[in-house]
């Protein structure tokens, strides 16, 4: 259990619950704090209220698109710092997203292996 991990707290948006919830749970077990959303509007309204490190973002949502999702983000001074890390079956050629954003840390496509998007999110905390 790592003090680096322990103190930071991930967003993970994705509307498949089993993905959402196999990520927040993994990412519980590696000792970080996790909040989790199924949609970009319900992402939104937890970040109205709680300070995240990290979000963990799909791309492909009901209602609002995940890169509908980051230009909010991107226009909310609260979060316009916030890190995300793209997790999606797009791949990043499929999409412009992470050539247009410099919030955009980091891409894992689905599917993926647990072990390589927990190397990538915890490379989002190393200064």
């Not at 991930?10 to 996790?34: C, Q």
């Not at 209220?49 to 492909?60: F, G, M, R």
């Not at 980051?70 to 226009?75: F, G, Q």
Request: negative net charge.
């Amino acid at each position: 259990m790592s003090e680096l991990t322990q103190s930071k707290k991930v967003l993970v948006i994705d509307d498949d619950t089993h993905t959402n919830t196999m990520i927040v749970e993994t990412l519980k077990m590696e000792s970080f704090g996790v909040l989790s959303a199924l949609s970009g509007e319900e992402a939104l309204k937890i970040l109205d209220t709680e300070a995240v490190d990290l979000i963990l973002l799909d791309l492909v949502l009901p209602g609002m698109k995940g890169w509908q999702v980051v230009e909010e983000l991107k226009n909310n001074p609260k979060t316009a710092n916030v890190p995300i890390m793209i997790v999606s079956i797009l791949s990043p050629e499929d999409t412009e997203i992470a050539k247009n954003h410099s919030q955009i840390l980091g891409y894992v496509c689905k599917p993926f292996d647990v072990n390589h998007l927990i190397k990538e999110v915890k490379k989002n905390f190393h200064e």
